[in-house]
């Protein structure tokens, strides 16, 4: 049994299928002679493929952007072409029958033990163009989520050092019944992707790779945040008991989503959810959702071969709109930094603490033009349907005067698309409250936004002054914690007495314990993965209000977080005892 951190509840049985950082098991099988020259125009192919996305990208990317960001793609141009590099594919190729993808594993492989022998910073960052170019190479040679179902059986466990956003959604075309990474935390794109899907899921398990193999059996406990290799009989069993009764919750709780959501007392909420793209905008309305309350666009930009353009952008989010529940979706733009980056933006760009630097609309404010490409896409887009159902939201504002520039350039977007002649509409402008300065004047803040939604997953690690990611100090992100429960009590408490809709979009909306703390606080709107949604609407509709008012008098008398959390559960405990099993550790 190995443990880790719980990103995402309930029990997954399945087999092992083990994703390393780029190559699924390499075949290392040596090629027939006939194969040979086969296995050379593969490669030769995927060479060309790549030399063309990369002009592409280049020329894009000095377009919309820059061109020292584009410059970039130049450097990966140059390593694609570099003699030495292709002369030793084609050789294993050629004198020792390796096949491409792993001839590009062993030649990374050299290059990473080479560029681990220099002191010379700059050296050392080249090595990450090197690996770049042999993901791209590898890319067009297979596909590292198209398992061998004649060598797997039965439900799969995906087992990563962290997904990829690309992969993450790729999983969408893979039966997985459950994900553990060996790095990661409750926040990272794994553990998005599989709160979003209802998958169990644990990360931060230290040296799993080397434990794991795929073909193993694997159990996912994702309320406790283990896991266990190979179980024995009577551990397999107990782990099988807990699986049904998760199994059947799911079942129980998913013939809910008709029902309105409302509390014991018949007050009316407003149960969002949080996607990524389309398949997770299908799963909403799938789940009882009344609307999405957060896309993240950046999963677009994160996924996309090179820059989606102003005509994809709209013809992206239409569909998005579309496909979610009755329409009604908040659009984030691009929050790209900190844990999530895109080579064309910031690639080189080193910080010591990213998560606090250089990302989200700050990084929008330096690339003026890509930045307006996603405003007027989102506004095309919000355009085709009935006015308010479409809202657009910024990120990580922290002073008036971004705000104020925000305005400015929403207005630019307008009058430039009214200048082609096309009708637009104008749509709800909101703000998320992450950053501590925000929340301080929320006051002043609300007089420039239609509306407020608090990104609790940042709100708390500004807070802490505690990297979420960091494992050293993650145990100080805490969204029970008196001193966040404060601020958010504050936040809610002015945005309802201006009469400014307010929605948590954090993780925490979708927990049970935390749930009924907000509850008691007054808020009314919430956006959670949308496999949340049921489970959160039983629960409301066993508290009544006033009683959820008496958890929060009492809890904000306590002064630690484990206080809380143990009070917490207690209370969860008798309100809607079957659900504590959907409230991770």
């Given at each position: 049994m190995?443990?880790?951190?719980?990103?995402?509840?309930?029990?997954?049985?399945?087999?092992?299928?083990?994703?390393?950082e780029?190559?699924?098991?390499?075949?290392?099988?040596?090629?027939?002679?006939?194969?040979?020259?086969?296995?050379?125009?593969?490669?030769?192919?995927?060479?060309?493929?790549?030399?063309?996305?990369?002009?592409a990208?280049?020329?894009k990317?000095e377009a919309?952007?820059?061109?020292?960001e584009a410059?970039?793609?130049?450097?990966h141009?140059?390593?694609?072409?570099?003699?030495?590099?292709?002369?030793?594919i084609?050789?294993?190729?050629?004198?020792?029958?390796?096949?491409?993808?792993a001839?590009?594993?062993r030649?990374?492989?050299?290059?990473?033990?080479?560029f681990?022998?220099?002191?010379?910073?700059?050296?050392?960052?080249?090595?990450?163009?090197?690996?770049?170019?042999?993901?791209?190479?590898?890319?067009?040679?297979?596909d590292?989520?198209?398992?061998?179902?004649?060598?797997?059986?039965?439900?799969?466990?995906?087992?990563?050092?962290?997904?990829?956003?690309?992969?993450?959604?790729?999983?969408?075309n893979v039966?997985?019944?459950?994900?553990?990474?060996?790095?990661?935390?409750?926040?990272?794109?794994?553990?998005?992707?599989?709160?979003?899907?209802?998958?169990?899921?644990?990360?931060g398990?230290?040296n799993v790779?080397?434990?794991?193999?795929?073909?193993?059996?694997?159990?996912?406990?994702g309320?406790?945040?283990?896991?266990?290799?190979?179980?024995?009989?009577?551990?397999?069993?107990?782990?099988?008991k807990?699986?049904?009764?998760?199994?059947?919750?799911?079942?129980?709780?998913?013939?809910?989503?008709?029902?309105?959501?409302?509390?014991?007392?018949?007050?009316?909420?407003?149960?969002?959810?949080?996607?990524?793209?389309?398949?997770?905008?299908?799963?909403?309305?799938?789940?009882?959702?009344?609307?999405?309350?957060?896309?993240?666009?950046?999963?677009?930009?994160?996924?996309?071969?090179?820059?989606?353009?102003?005509?994809e952008?709209f013809?992206?989010y239409?569909?998005?709109i579309?496909a979610?529940?009755n329409?009604?979706?908040?659009?984030?733009?691009?929050?790209i930094?900190?844990?999530k980056?895109?080579?064309?933006?910031?690639?080189?760009?080193?910080?010591?603490?990213?998560?606090?630097?250089?990302?989200?609309?700050?990084?929008?404010?330096?690339?003026?033009?890509?930045?307006?490409?996603?405003?007027r896409?989102?506004?095309?887009?919000?355009?085709?349907f009935?006015?308010?159902?479409?809202?657009?939201?910024?990120?990580?504002?922290?002073t008036v005067?971004?705000?104020?520039?925000?305005?400015?350039?929403?207005?630019?977007?307008?009058?430039?698309?009214e200048?082609?002649?096309?009708?637009?509409?104008?749509?709800?402008?909101?703000?998320?409250v992450?950053?501590?300065?925000?929340a301080v004047?929320?006051?002043t803040?609300?007089?420039?936004?239609?509306?407020v939604?608090?990104?609790?997953?940042?709100?708390?690690q500004?807070?802490?002054?505690?990297?979420?990611d960091?494992?050293?100090?993650?145990?100080?992100?805490?969204p029970?914690?008196?001193a966040?429960?404060i601020?958010?009590?504050?936040?809610?408490?002015?945005?309802?007495?201006?009469k400014?809709?307010?929605?948590?979009?954090?993780?925490?909306?979708?927990?049970?314990k935390?749930?009924l703390?907000?509850?008691?606080?007054?808020?009314?709107?919430?956006s959670?993965?949308?496999?949340?949604?049921?489970?959160?609407?039983?629960?409301?509709?066993?508290i009544?209000?006033?009683?959820?008012e008496?958890?929060?008098?009492?809890?904000?008398?306590?002064?630690?977080?484990a206080q809380?959390?143990?009070?917490?559960?207690?209370?969860?405990e008798?309100?809607?005892?079957?659900?504590?099993?959907?409230?991770?550790?």
């Amino acid at each position: 049994m190995r443990r880790g951190i719980a990103v995402s509840p309930g029990v997954a049985i399945g087999t092992a299928y083990v994703i390393h950082e780029i190559f699924v098991n390499p075949n290392t099988q040596r090629l027939e002679d006939s194969e040979v020259t086969a296995e050379l125009a593969s490669y030769e192919t995927a060479r060309d493929k790549s030399a063309i996305e990369l002009r592409a990208l280049e020329r894009k990317v000095e377009a919309q952007v820059g061109h020292d960001e584009a410059s970039i793609f130049t450097v990966h141009q140059a390593i694609l072409r570099d003699g030495a590099f292709t002369n030793k594919i084609r050789n294993w190729i050629v004198e020792e029958r390796m096949n491409a993808s792993a001839a590009l594993h062993r030649l990374l492989g050299e290059y990473t033990t080479l560029f681990a022998k220099t002191n010379d910073d700059y050296l050392k960052e080249r090595l990450n163009d090197v690996r770049d170019v042999i993901i791209r190479l590898s890319s067009h040679l297979s596909d590292v989520l198209k398992p061998d179902q004649e060598m797997i059986e039965g439900p799969l466990i995906v087992v990563a050092d962290e997904l990829l956003p690309s992969q993450a959604v790729a999983l969408g075309n893979v039966d997985v019944h459950g994900i553990v990474t060996q790095a990661g935390s409750q926040t990272s794109h794994a553990a998005i992707i599989a709160r979003s899907r209802g998958i169990p899921a644990v990360s931060g398990v230290k040296n799993v790779l080397r434990k794991v193999k795929t073909g193993d059996q694997l159990v996912v406990d994702g309320r406790h945040g283990v896991i266990e290799i190979n179980p024995n009989v009577e551990s397999l069993a107990a782990f099988r008991k807990l699986e049904r009764e998760f199994v059947d919750l799911k079942d129980q709780l998913a013939s809910n989503r008709l029902l309105p959501a409302e509390t014991k007392d018949k007050v009316p909420l407003h149960l969002e959810a949080n996607i990524n793209g389309i398949p997770d905008a299908k799963g909403a309305d799938g789940m009882g959702a009344c609307g999405v309350g957060l896309y993240r666009t950046e999963y677009l930009y994160l996924t996309h071969q090179d820059v989606p353009d102003e005509e994809e952008q709209f013809e992206i989010y239409r569909d998005i709109i579309a496909a979610s529940p009755n329409h009604s979706v908040t659009i984030r733009t691009l929050d790209i930094g900190g844990d999530k980056t895109v080579a064309y933006l910031g690639h080189d760009h080193k910080e010591a603490n990213p998560f606090m630097g250089w990302r989200s609309i700050r990084l929008s404010f330096e690339h003026p033009e890509f930045f307006n490409t996603q405003i007027r896409g989102i506004i095309r887009a919000a355009s085709e349907f009935p006015a308010g159902d479409v809202r657009i939201m910024f990120p990580m504002v922290t002073t008036v005067e971004e705000l104020r520039k925000l305005r400015a350039i929403l207005r630019k977007a307008y009058r430039t698309l009214e200048g082609r002649g096309l009708t637009v509409q104008n749509i709800p402008v909101g703000m998320m409250v992450e950053v501590p300065a925000a929340a301080v004047m929320i006051d002043t803040m609300v007089e420039l936004v239609d509306f407020v939604s608090v990104g609790s997953n940042d709100l708390v690690q500004y807070l802490m002054a505690a990297d979420r990611d960091n494992p050293k100090v993650s145990h100080l992100c805490q969204p029970l914690s008196p001193a966040v429960l404060i601020v958010l009590k504050r936040v809610i408490d002015v945005c309802n007495r201006r009469k400014v809709p307010i929605t948590v979009c954090g993780e925490m909306a979708g927990k049970p314990k935390a749930f009924l703390l907000l509850l008691g606080m007054g808020l009314r709107k919430f956006s959670m993965s949308p496999a949340f949604v049921p489970s959160i609407k039983q629960l409301a509709a066993q508290i009544t209000v006033t009683e959820a008012e008496q958890i929060l008098e009492a809890v904000l008398k306590f002064k630690t977080t484990a206080q809380v959390s143990k009070y917490m559960a207690r209370q969860i405990e008798l309100v809607a005892p079957k659900l504590s099993i959907l409230d991770s550790d």
